[in-house]
Each structure stands twice: as structure tokens, then as C-alpha cells.
């Protein structure tokens, strides 16, 4: 499988709390990619980040990527009920198709 | 801008049965690219679209088939239904996927196959 895998798969906080999960893939990318998905719904672009990028910040999120161990984090600082969703990372190698893993479900207790 | 739509919400077949999907991209989106999503698999690319020419197939049989309007909007066929086809179909849609761009996606087509 070319799949990335999101570590850990499922990760409890209480509001506040900063949530950080992991992503690695397997092959050569051009970018990288973290999406949310509330329960049943769509994917929703939260940021990219290029292959000669090593972070990147938008609000509350901060993305790093390491491309000598193919892997990506994603921190969310002051976490809040509203961030309960799954997170995915996805990515691309310009062959017009994204790679997605297989998530981390993360749930903030209010 | 109205976002992508998917038609229909719901959807519950029996095997053997075939069903379309349908996706409309968001004004001005040209590329359109489809996903299945089950629990146990997680999001699996099936096949991305371009100004009406598949660019890209993901690894599922034949049964599986799309194909791109002129208008954009995009349909996915599935044919003689199997119960692992149950799943969350997703469509997403971008501008120019050439460009690396981030990916809009509808709420998708729940597909349940009894």
C-alpha cells in the first residue's frame, strides 16, 4: 500500500490542551497536505506545505515536514471542543492524485 | 461560490445492482477527483478527471468507471454492486491539480449495499 499512516490513530485532550499527531509516507512528495473531517462529512483543507518547506503556521496550527524521514507533524495549540474531528494527511507526488493516510480521530473534552 | 455538490446524500442498493454518482465541481474547477472511504480503509483515490480526460486511476476493478462533462461535473458508475462497496463516496474538486493546489470536497454520497 502506498497509503501514509497518521500516529496515533485516535487521541483524547482535555480543551487547552495542545494535540499533536504524526504522519509518515513512503515515497518521494511534492507537497503535503492536512485536511479535517467532522463525523460523516467532507474533508477540509487546513494547510500545505511544500516539499523544500520545513514549517509552516496558520492560526492555531503549525505544520513541520522532514522529508529525509518522510514524515510531518501537526500541532494544534489551545485546543477547543470545536477541533473533535479526524485529521488526515495526504500526499502528492504531481501524478495528479493525493496519497491519503489513515487518520487520527481526536476528540477535546470540554 | 457555491461548493461541491453531491447528489445523492443517501443511497441504499442490493447487490448486483449498478448505481451513478454525481458530483459538480465548484464554478470555475476544472480537475475533479473521487474517493472512497470506508472505516477499515480509509480514504482510497479512484480516479481524478481534467478537463474531461482521466488523468490519473486509482487500483479498483472495472466495475468502477467515471467520466468528466464539458460543464466539469462529473458522474462515477459502479456496476454489479458488491457488499464491500459500501462506503462513503467523496468527490473533490481543485482548479488546475497540475499546480499542487488543496483539494475542495463535498459531503459525499453514503452508499450502502445490502
Known amino acids: 500500500s502506498q497509503q501514509g499512516e497518521e500516529d496515533p490513530q485516535a487521541l483524547s485532550i482535555q480543551e487547552g490542551e495542545n494535540a499533536t499527531m504524526n504522519c509518515s509516507y513512503k515515497?518521494?512528495?511534492?507537497?503535503l497536505q492536512w485536511y479535517r473531517q467532522n463525523s460523516g462529512r467532507g474533508l477540509v483543507h487546513l494547510i500545505l506545505?511544500?516539499?523544500?518547506?520545513r514549517e509552516k503556521h496558520s492560526g492555531r496550527l503549525r505544520v513541520t515536514l522532514d522529508t529525509s524521514k518522510k514524515s510531518s507533524s501537526l500541532l494544534i495549540t489551545a485546543s477547543r471542543a470545536a477541533d473533535t474531528a479526524s485529521y488526515f494527511c495526504?500526499?502528492?507526488?504531481?501524478?495528479?492524485?493525493?496519497?491519503f493516510g489513515t487518520g487520527t480521530r481526536l476528540k477535546v473534552l470540554a | 461560490k457555491a461548493g461541491v455538490t453531491q447528489t445523492p446524500r443517501y443511497l441504499i442498493k442490493t447487490r448486483g445492482q449498478q448505481v451513478t454518482l454525481s458530483c459538480s465541481p465548484i464554478?470555475?474547477?476544472?480537475?475533479v477527483s473521487w474517493y472512497q472511504q470506508t472505516p477499515g480503509q480509509g480514504l482510497q483515490f479512484l480516479f481524478e478527471?481534467?478537463?474531461?480526460?482521466?488523468?490519473n486511476k486509482g487500483n479498483f476493478p472495472g466495475r468502477f468507471s467515471g467520466r468528466q462533462f464539458s460543464n466539469s461535473r462529473s458522474e462515477m458508475n459502479v456496476s454489479t454492486l458488491e457488499l464491500g462497496d459500501s462506503a462513503l463516496y467523496l468527490c473533490?474538486?481543485?482548479?488546475?491539480?497540475?499546480?499542487?493546489?488543496?483539494?475542495?470536497f463535498g459531503s459525499g454520497t453514503q452508499l450502502s449495499v445490502l
Open positions: 478527471y481534467f478537463s474531461e480526460t482521466q488523468r
Open positions: 506545505i511544500r516539499s523544500n518547506e
Open positions: 464554478s470555475g474547477h476544472r480537475s
Open positions: 515515497t518521494s512528495i511534492n507537497n
Open positions: 473533490a474538486s481543485s482548479s488546475d491539480r497540475a499546480a499542487n493546489e488543496k483539494l475542495f
Open positions: 495526504a500526499t502528492d507526488k504531481g501524478t495528479y492524485k493525493y496519497i
